[in-house]
């Protein structure tokens, strides 16, 4: 495939995962970390673009490189450059301080489905678990988040 | 869109802006410039910062038009070894390993906050926040520091956790300075820090009983292959651009003249000149310089026979470099066998008794050969048609010690030599099945052997939390 095609192909791709893929991980590993390791992640999938193609499910597999990434992330650079309490500057602490109440799953899952649209299936092909799963962790979520945040009706 | 899931979107967005992918796209525009390769692209706080690392394109950054004379590297003496660590802990007693030993997985459990595992040569070591820790079973541990204050063993743990893929012999560390290609820092016995800066970026880092062995980047190789091509005016410094594609090189000279040459017809491996050939040796705390190009050599193992290096970027088998010190080396072919087996690409190397084993993959990645290399040459020890995960340079999917070899294949499969004169299939511990297509990123690594452990990890549970194993053999039927 020619270079243009394939920077088509994958630009094409990755401004349909980058949201997703991002909130994924900042939500697991915090808004630096977890950008970082999405930014990272799609340079890596540029980098392997060739053989990302064969792969099935490229959401889920690279939400996994993601994870590697961000697992990693703090032996990747100088110790002490980033302070930790960069990490947690959230736009609205209550908020902030709401979702951090929830598991890490039921946060990745709420995030997906109720803030950036993805179907249960799309969010568990994404997380690597069945859609059923999905399913649970989301109701647990909203649940846990709305009585947090002293929400009756989100619509 | 709920209005809850509006809020949580829109704060997202504010503290981890989208990223942009034109920059990351970017990142690999050597692919339409060939000056520019090779380039690595690292993207930090929303601004990519591209690395262009083109050492042949020298001349561009030289102005006027006069020609430059060839600077020649200023010679470096040799500094008398002296060992920065004592064999101050005793070996563990050996383990007797034979066909019949019976093997099993066994779950580890690492030390409390251990973020970083070590290949140490004979035993393992994790290393905390707080402290450096060793285990040669991968269930007992001590530390390696005890007499340090809590706050020396602290920051000596930090030097540790900060490097990228450090390697180990016994109770030293040794590795690069994550995110920078230039910085060697080890971590001695005592917990005392030694860091050089080299001029050039190290591709390679070996360490065992004679010290430590790096293999530092240069271009005087590329230097003489245009001299020797093109004429004796046409070196390096004294061009406006040198471009190297598909082995072809073009050059052009101040005055804008142009020289081409096909490198392989001349007998050159391309990639070999534009890969590390410089190489430092450190028998004390200073690094020195050792005199000779000794191939492109970015894998490098110490035992108590020497080092042995392999070139694993290399498009071909380009055998195996020892040295019984680290300063003076000699090049092993591969086996006659293997090379009629056909194109070969050595991948990886890893102790094995006093020496070291090397795999040697064929270019179709059908056929591994698994080769015993020791100061007086080099054997085929079994050849599999599994094909052995090829990890970044410090890493290793081949793991060898007295209890044998163990590879762990990207199709999920391990297999394991206890002996080294053939190889069986084995199966992996269930928590690391995963569906195959998904298999390659997270295989785990074997890092370490020890006299009685072999120890895999991995960050295949669900919750992506590194999983450590290993293979004991027991003496139960």
């Keep these: 495939m020619a270079i243009e095609a394939q920077e088509a192909a994958f630009l094409a791709f990755a401004r349909d995962l980058e949201p997703r893929l991002r909130a ?58 980033v302070a930790e309490t960069v990490e947690e500057t959230w736009v609205e602490p209550q908020l902030d301080a709401a979702l951090a109440s929830l598991t890490v799953t039921q946060r990745q899952a709420v995030v997906l489905i109720e803030a950036y649209g993805l179907t249960y299936a799309e969010a568990a092909a994404l997380l690597g678990v069945s859609r059923s799963t999905v399913q649970v962790h989301v109701a647990r979520g909203l649940t846990r988040l709305r ?8 619509v | 869109m709920s209005d809850l899931g509006e809020r949580i979107r829109r704060s997202v967005d504010e503290v981890a802006p989208p990223i942009d992918l034109d920059l990351i796209v970017a990142g690999r525009a050597d692919r339409h410039d060939p000056r520019s390769f090779p380039r690595t692209a690292s993207i930090a706080g929303g601004v990519a910062v591209v690395v262009a690392t083109a050492i042949w394109a020298v001349a561009a950054a030289i102005g006027g038009d006069a020609p430059q004379p060839t600077i020649a590297p200023a010679p470096v003496d040799l500094v008398p070894a002296a060992p920065i660590w004592p064999a101050s802990v005793p070996a563990p007693p050996a383990t007797r390993v034979d066909g019949s030993t019976r093997l099993e997985w066994q779950r ?50 930090s030097e540790v956790l900060g490097l990228a893929d450090p390697i180990g012999w016994q109770d030293v560390v040794v590795g690069l300075l994550a995110g920078y290609d230039r910085v060697v820092r080890i971590v001695d016995a005592d917990g005392q820090v030694h860091r050089h800066a080299f001029e050039r970026p190290v591709a390679g880092l070996g360490i065992g009983p004679h010290g430590a062995v790096a293999s530092a980047a240069g271009d005087a190789r590329l230097d003489d292959a245009v001299r020797e091509l093109v004429g004796p005016a046409w070196a390096l410094p004294n061009l406006r651009s040198a471009q190297l594609q598909d082995g072809l090189l073009l050059v052009v000279d101040q005055q804008g003249r142009e020289a081409k040459a096909d490198l392989r017809e001349h007998g050159y491996n391309p990639r070999a000149l534009s890969y590390p050939h410089g190489w430092y040796a450190a028998p004390g705390a200073s690094w020195t310089s050792i005199e000779g190009l000794l191939g492109p050599v970015d894998r490098i193992v110490g035992t108590r026979g ?18 019984p010190d680290g300063k003076a080396w000699e090049h092993l072919p591969l086996p006659d066998a293997t090379i009629e087996a056909g194109e ?14 090397v795999s040697v993959r064929t270019v179709d990645r059908t056929t591994t050969h698994f080769i015993e290399v020791t100061p007086e040459g080099t054997r085929t020890l079994f050849t599999t048609d599994l094909q052995s995960r090829v990890l970044p340079p410090r890493s290793t999917a081949v793991a060898s010690g007295p209890v044998g070899i163990l590879v762990t294949g990207v199709d999920g499969r391990v297999l394991y030599s206890p002996t080294g004169e053939d190889a069986r299939p084995l199966d992996p511990p269930a928590a690391f099945n995963m569906p195959p297509e998904e298999r390659w990123p997270y295989w785990p690594h074997v890092v370490v052997t020890g006299n009685v452990a072999v120890i895999a990890g991995g960050d295949l549970d669900e919750d992506f939390v590194s999983q450590w194993w290993r293979l004991t053999p027991t003496d139960e039927p």
């Design chain 1, 147 to 154: 009585r947090a945040l002293g929400v009756v009706s989100d």
């Design chain 2, 306 to 323: 020497g080092f042995f290096g392999v070139a694993s970027q290399s498009n071909r088998a380009d055998g195996v470099w020892f040295s």
């Design chain 1, 24 to 81: 994924a991980l900042v939500v697991r590993f915090g808004p630096v970390r977890g950008r970082e390791a999405a930014a990272e992640t799609l340079a890596w999938a540029w980098e392997h673009w060739e053989r990302l193609e064969r792969v099935g499910n490229r959401g889920g597999y690279l939400y996994r490189v993601g994870c590697r990434r961000g697992l990693r992330w703090r032996w990747s650079r100088p110790l002490g450059v």
């Design chain 2, 108 to 157: 580890l459990q690492l030390p409390d906050g251990a973020d970083l595992v070590v290949d140490g040569g004979d035993r393992v070591l994790a290393a905390t926040t707080s402290t450096l820790q060793r285990s040669f079973d991968g269930a007992e541990w001590s530390d390696v520091w005890p007499d340090l204050p809590a706050e020396a063993r602290r920051i000596a743990a």
């Design chain 2, 344 to 357: 070969l690409h050595t991948k990886t190397v890893g102790r094995w008794n006093d020496g070291a084993v």
